[in-house]
């Protein structure tokens, strides 16, 4: 993660110093959002709504590589939802989803990804 700066815009108004304590602030920031386990992944936010069961559905999560790790954040409604990780690939999520009710759809939210 890379955080462009302004600076050119601020050379004027602030002295030489204020503008390297700025710049160092900001690299401590960066450093900070790098070594966080969350921030410093690629994640993908999804969530699916499923009113029938279905077997090995392949999900497109578009992060151009196999994710490694699924952190659940939400599921409602009525069925079973199963990450099918060794059938994960660089352009599907697999899952398997049983025991749905139409008149109850399950609804799940997670994060894809790799810490």
């Not at 602030?14 to 900070?32: C, H």
């Amino acid at each position: 993660m890379k955080i462009q700066l302004f600076i050119r815009e601020l050379v004027g108004a602030l002295t030489a110093d204020t503008v390297r304590r700025i710049q160092d602030n900001f690299q401590r920031l960066q450093d900070k959002l790098s070594a966080d386990i969350l921030t410093s992944g690629q994640w993908r936010l999804m969530e699916l709504t499923f009113s029938e069961d279905a077997t090995q559905r392949g999900i497109p999560h578009n992060l151009g590589f196999v994710p490694l790790d699924v952190i659940e954040t939400s599921i409602k409604g009525t069925g079973t939802l199963t990450y099918n990780f060794g059938l994960f690939t660089e352009q599907d999520v697999v899952v398997t989803v049983g025991s749905t009710n139409p008149a109850d759809p399950l609804v799940v939210r997670f994060l894809v990804g790799r810490l």
